[in-house]
């Protein structure tokens, strides 16, 4: 098969994918989609070996910090600064110091007791 050929056959593919996606978002009922995503999920972890997970900054009332991602922030600009290509600067209340942690969507690899993590801002 040549180049070409795969690269139509890629595009078909994508183009069916996106094609039944539309349908899915637009005929599917909203009340079933939240167990077809449980089930898509589960189909997927067999597959993906990964663990994502999310840590927000604040918490749901918006005015406390999550103490969690200030432990994780202070980690990262501590071990990670000088693997990350894109930081944010800011500097601390009261303090004549500036706190270096990752920009937006910038993603860093650590090791930490021997497993390798992915830290991603988003």
Not at 86 to 115: C, M, N, P, R
Request: aromatic share 16%; charged share 20%.
């Amino acid at each position: 098969m040549v180049m070409s050929e795969m690269f139509t056959q890629l595009g078909s593919v994508a183009a069916g994918i996106m094609f039944l996606w539309a349908m899915f978002q637009q005929y599917f009922p909203y009340q079933l989609r939240p167990h077809i995503q449980k089930y898509s999920q589960k189909l997927v972890s067999f597959v993906c070996p990964y663990i994502h997970i999310t840590v927000q900054e604040y918490f749901a009332d918006r005015w406390r910090r999550n103490e969690a991602y200030v432990a994780i922030e202070d980690y990262l600009s501590s071990n990670s600064s000088s693997r990350a290509k894109w930081l944010k600067a800011y500097i601390i209340k009261d303090s004549q110091s500036v706190a270096l942690s990752k920009d937006d969507h910038e993603e860093v690899t650590d090791e930490f007791q021997g497993v390798k993590l992915w830290w991603a801002s988003v």
